[in-house]
């Protein structure tokens, strides 16, 4: 059964410039996801069922919009008293997995939290001794994302990975995490809303960020076009010749700016689009190359003897 209606939004812009992301289901432990509009609660303290006589029967559903279906799977019910306790948060009563769930709870006054992946609506509700049946609108939907270098070649899933912010930033100037670490084409349920988002193309450089538009009800679908390439360095002794062990690489930026640094062999690493240049040290002796990234042209680059400059003992002469 679907719950989504399609959306679907290709990105295409410059490194380090404004584009989007990919998004991870909200399969979060229940103690690991933050119940908005509410203060700190307190675990149950009590596992076994309550006595029947002593109970109302009220039974809670959730829909993603107004007038959508009932959502099947996938909620975290929370039932708590609105009134904090001791240690000044609100005791957890009652908790349920799946779609609409029923719970049997003393007569009174009660907060029902709704949660959907990272999507979530609070109720109030009374309980009597009556059944009665209340219903949640979680205005929410649905967030997909994947990437693709320029030409629409695919990226290896296992170099991408984004992160969804909140849109505007904090006091301090900084954007709150949502949801860290999303894989590519996964989807994470989220509160209709306008999000940050972040896609990170390898480890150091190659950074496309993009404010996304989430409406309720609807999947919405995003590809960011990243302009990087992944290069191999090695230095040998001839074209084409075997990688010389212990060399310790160091990647500068147009400014003279260390971004990356590493030892062996083989250098490997993803690099944004733009001119660099590459120092590679074995033992006493300095090899330098400027280079310029290509999007989307993966290559080998290859350190000579002829672009030998220092000997080290000589620097330290």
Same mark, same amino acid.
């Given at each position: 059964m679907r719950f989504f209606?399609?959306? +679907?939004?290709?990105?295409?812009?410059? =490194?380090? %410039?404004?584009?989007?992301?990919?998004?991870? @289901?909200?399969? +979060?432990?229940?103690? @690991?996801?933050?119940?908005?509009?509410?203060?700190?609660?307190?675990?149950?303290?009590?596992?076994?069922?309550?006595?029947?006589?002593?109970?109302?029967?009220?039974?809670? =559903?959730?829909?993603?919009?107004?007038? %959508?279906? @009932?959502?099947?799977?996938?909620?975290?019910?929370?039932? +708590? =008293?609105?009134?904090?306790?001791?240690?000044?948060?609100?005791?957890?009563?009652?908790?349920?997995?799946?779609?609409?769930?029923?719970?049997?709870l003393p007569p009174g006054g009660y907060l029902v939290h709704a949660a959907y992946g990272r999507a979530g609506a609070t109720k109030r509700i009374t309980v009597g001794d009556q059944p009665k049946s209340e219903r949640l609108v979680l205005d929410a939907g649905g967030l997909k994302l994947d990437a693709v270098l320029s030409g629409g070649v695919r990226i290896p899933p296992k170099k991408l990975r984004f992160s969804v912010y909140e849109h505007e930033p904090n006091a301090?100037?900084?954007?709150?995490?949502?949801?860290?670490?999303?894989?590519?084409?996964?989807?994470?349920?989220?509160?209709?809303?306008?999000?940050?988002?972040?896609?990170?193309y390898g480890v150091i450089n190659a950074v496309i960020r993009a404010d996304i538009r989430v409406e309720a009800g609807e999947?919405?679908?995003?590809?960011?076009?990243?302009?990087?390439?992944?290069?191999?360095?090695?230095?040998?002794?001839?074209p084409g010749g075997e990688a010389i062990a212990d060399t310790a690489w160091s990647i500068l930026s147009?400014?003279?700016?260390?971004?990356?640094?590493?030892?062996g062999a083989f250098a490997s690493m993803v690099l944004a689009e733009g001119e660099y240049t590459i120092v590679a040290k074995n033992r006493d002796r300095i090899y330098q190359r400027d280079f310029t990234v290509t999007p989307g042209r993966n290559q080998d680059v290859e350190l000579l003897p002829e672009d030998l400059v220092e000997q080290v003992s000589e620097i330290t002469e």
């Open positions: 209606a399609g959306r +679907f939004i290709t990105i295409v812009a410059a =490194s380090l %410039a404004g584009t989007a992301a990919v998004a991870q @289901d909200g399969a +979060f432990p229940v103690e @690991d996801i933050e119940v908005p509009g509410l203060s700190k609660y307190a675990a149950p303290q009590r596992t076994e069922p309550l006595a029947l006589a002593e109970t109302g029967e009220v039974t809670v =559903s959730a829909q993603l919009m107004e007038g %959508a279906e @009932d959502i099947p799977r996938g909620l975290v019910w929370r039932v +708590f =008293s609105p009134e904090p306790g001791q240690d000044g948060t609100l005791p957890l009563v009652a908790t349920a997995q799946g779609g609409t769930s029923t719970f049997m301090t100037g900084e954007r709150s995490l949502i949801v860290p670490n999303v894989q590519p084409n996964a989807v994470v349920r989220l509160n209709a809303g306008t999000y940050h988002i972040v896609s990170n999947l919405t679908e995003a590809t960011v076009e990243h302009r990087a390439a992944q290069l191999t360095m090695k230095l040998v002794r001839e147009e400014t003279g700016e260390i971004i990356a640094e590493t030892v």
